[in-house]
């Protein structure tokens, strides 16, 4: 399995405070991807970075924001988050063009 | 824009019967296909990949798929399942723009002993 870890794994939080979900990877892969998982919605991403300090926007972004500082790290920040956000998270890497690797999940919880 | 469209939102099969994920797609060029598998609870896990060549490729635990660039099609077969099948599967569509992909909504597989 690729060396992925996300963190923390679960999180219940409430409306308006500020959270960060952190990937780590040990793989050195150029591109990694924030997605969200909702049913029926498959997963969606949010925003990608295509190298250190390198981000761009995914299809569901507005109130997500990233940083990119290392290549080995990807955060994901909730400036202030909504019980629209309550979602499970992945994170992904890849070389480019071909597969990507998942990483466990975090279940986020907005209450 | 790329999509993908997954017509059957949950499947239902008997263990031993044969079985057929559907897919379909819009790509703009030539299209990078992967089909992927959930179980509860965990992360997402490749079962095959289409990037260039033979259009049926053989994937992992069995499974295949076919592409059909005419029908923009990439269905998910596998003639003969097991109970640990049952799982949520989703299609996806990528390219060389920074590996980005996009997923299908998912079929979610029951498998009935």
């Known amino acids: 399995d690729a060396g992925i870890t996300q963190s923390p794994r679960h999180k219940v939080t409430e409306t308006g405070t500020p959270v960060t979900l952190r990937c780590h990877q040990t793989e050195n892969h150029r591109y990694m991807y924030w997605y969200r998982q909702d049913p029926g919605h498959g997963l969606r991403l949010i925003h990608y970075?295509?190298?250190?300090?390198?981000?761009d926007k995914g299809e569901v972004s507005d109130g997500y924001s990233v940083s990119r500082s290392k290549t080995e790290d990807f955060l994901l920040t909730l400036e202030s988050a909504t019980s629209s956000q309550t979602s499970v998270y992945f994170c992904?890497?890849?070389?480019?063009?071909?597969?990507?690797?998942f990483g466990p999940g975090t279940r986020l919880t907005v209450l | 824009a790329q999509s993908v469209t997954q017509p059957d939102i949950h499947i239902t099969v008997s263990e031993g019967a044969s079985l057929e994920l559907r897919c379909n797609y819009s790509?703009?060029?030539?299209?990078?296909l992967f089909w992927y598998v959930q179980s509860p609870g965990q992360g997402l896990q490749l079962l095959l990949k289409?990037?260039?060549?033979?259009?049926l490729v053989q994937g992992i635990k069995g499974f295949e798929a076919e592409f059909k660039r005419s029908q923009s099609s990439f269905n998910l077969r596998k003639p003969s399942v097991h109970w640990s099948d049952a799982a949520e599967y989703f299609c996806?569509?990528?390219?060389?723009?920074?590996?980005?992909?996009?997923f299908g909504q998912g079929t979610i597989l029951t498998v009935h002993p």
């Open positions: 996806a569509v990528g390219g060389t723009s920074y590996g980005k992909l996009t």
């Open positions: 790509y703009g060029a030539t299209p990078y």
């Open positions: 970075s295509y190298g250190v300090k390198d981000t």
């Open positions: 289409y990037f260039s060549g033979d259009t």
């Open positions: 992904a890497i890849s070389e480019g063009a071909g597969q990507q690797f």
